[in-house]
């Protein structure tokens, strides 16, 4: 019992530490005097439900953001296990989710998942909602955000010493 204690202890600890590194992020471009050309969050986890976390993390950042940069460009990119939450069959079990990145779009923050990846599952841009923007490659998409000048901010969730991730 103890060890689970401390255990869950060290992996709250490891979120917080996570989520202030990505605020830390954050807080730097917002002290910079003139707004990059756009910000682009990268989503990339081996869990189904790491959506529940990021996408509010995200909204978190894009207020943060616009707030300081009215006509900053933001864009979210998710490539991993974690975009296939976003699935139409997916929209009644995750309606909270959903409905936050109907948010993010419908506020001029386009939200992709990797074509590739879900190909790997069998699935089609006909499985996502028409919100969501399927594109042939998550990595590519980042690159041509890049190319633009959109910094990249990779949202992640740490995780425990000696842990890898696995996609």
């Known amino acids: 019992m103890h060890r689970f204690i401390i255990f869950s202890i060290i992996l709250f600890l490891f979120s917080i530490n996570a989520q202030a590194g990505n605020q830390q992020e954050i807080?730097?471009?917002?002290?910079?005097?003139?707004?990059p050309f756009g910000v682009v969050f990268e989503i990339?986890?081996?869990?189904d439900?790491?959506?529940?976390?990021?996408?509010?993390?995200?909204?978190?950042?894009?207020?943060q953001l616009r707030k300081r940069f009215?006509?900053?460009g933001l864009a979210v990119v998710?490539?991993?296990s974690e975009q296939f939450g976003l699935m139409k069959?997916?929209?009644?079990?995750?309606?909270?989710?959903?409905?936050?990145?109907?948010?993010?779009v419908t506020s001029n923050v386009p939200v992709h998942v990797c074509g590739t990846h879900a190909s790997w599952r069998g699935k089609t841009a006909d499985d996502f909602p028409d919100y969501v923007d399927v594109t042939p490659a998550g990595p590519t998409e980042i690159r041509n955000y890049e190319a633009m000048g959109y910094v990249l901010v990779e949202i992640k969730k740490p995780r425990p010493a000696g842990k890898t991730k696995t996609e």
């Open 27 to 35: 807080e730097q471009l917002l002290a910079q005097k003139d707004a």
């Open 49 to 63: 439900d790491a959506l529940q976390w990021a996408i509010p993390a995200v909204n978190k950042y894009v207020k």
């Open 78 to 80: 998710s490539h991993g």
């Open 44 to 47: 990339v986890e081996g869990s």
């Open 70 to 72: 009215p006509d900053i």
């Open 89 to 104: 069959s997916m929209q009644k079990e995750k309606n909270r989710m959903h409905k936050a990145v109907q948010s993010l």
